[in-house]
T-cell receptor
Framework: DAGVTQSPTHLIKTRGQQVTLRCSPK?????VSWYQQALGQGPQFIFQ???????QRGNFPDRFSGHQFPNYSSELNVNALLLGDSALYLC???????????FGPGTRLLVL | AQTVTQSQPEMSVQEAETVTLSCTYD???????LFWYKQPPSRQMILVIR??????QNATENRFSVNFQKAAKSFSLKISDSQLGDAAMYFC?????????FGKGTSLLVTP
């Protein structure tokens, strides 16, 4: 039973650049949520994708955008990177958006 | 707005002993779920236990159990027979709708 996978594991970018993070959901899941976890904090909800549409969005600027593909995998895009975007980005999957979410290992993004 | 508060930044327990981690929350929703997630240094967020708000019976998963006090909006995690592998950050999370709202976490140290 394949769990949630994310790529890459680590990424270093400079201010102003753009980044794309990828996520494949757990086998049998069709919903993907993205979270940002700053150092020493709990994860913060960015948005959730279901049926290839953004279903709910947290308090994040439009620089954060996403996409879900027909195979349920998802991408998180961040434009015009700021130093404050440095964080661990977690992807979580669930079935039809049910409350129990299973997390991937995360992508550590460092913006210099 | 939904909030989750973990008032213990750090806790310590000896191997084989029992420890309780505290969590309080606030929500105006009547239908919600509560979770405890474990995040070891490897960063992977692992689901420990979940509780449906409509269930009066406290959830139990092997050595892990919760004390759910709905009126007091309290949701504590008890770890029995602590093991070295239990050392990690523990996050309490509230789910209502699509997003999970997390507390800031409690760092659990297990000493031999």
């Amino acid at each position: 039973d394949a769990g949630v996978t994310q790529s890459p594991t680590h990424l270093i970018k400079t201010r102003g650049q753009q980044v794309t993070l990828r996520c494949s959901p757990k086998s049998g899941h069709d919903t993907v949520s993205w979270y940002q976890q700053a150092l020493g904090q709990g994860p913060q909800f960015i948005f959730q994708y279901y049926e290839e549409e953004e279903r709910q969005r947290g308090n994040f600027p439009d620089r954060f955008s996403g996409h879900q593909f027909p195979n349920y995998s998802s991408e998180l895009n961040v434009n015009a990177l700021l130093l404050g975007d440095s964080a661990l980005y977690l992807c979580a999957s669930s079935w039809r958006g049910e409350e129990t979410q299973y997390f991937g290992p995360g992508t550590r993004l460092l913006v210099l | 707005a939904q909030t989750v508060t973990q008032s213990q930044p750090e806790m310590s327990v000896q191997e084989a002993e029992t420890v309780t981690l505290s969590c309080t929350y606030d929500t105006s929703e009547s239908d919600y779920y509560l979770f405890w997630y474990k995040q070891p240094p490897s960063r992977q967020m692992i689901l420990v236990i979940r509780q449906e708000a409509y269930k009066q019976q406290n959830a139990t998963e092997n050595r892990f159990s919760v004390n759910f006090q709905k009126a007091a909006k309290s949701f504590s995690l008890k770890i029995s027979d602590s093991q070295l592998g239990d050392a990690a950050m523990y996050f309490c999370a509230l789910g209502s709708g699509y997003a999970l709202n997390f507390g800031k976490g409690t760092s659990l140290l297990v000493t031999p």
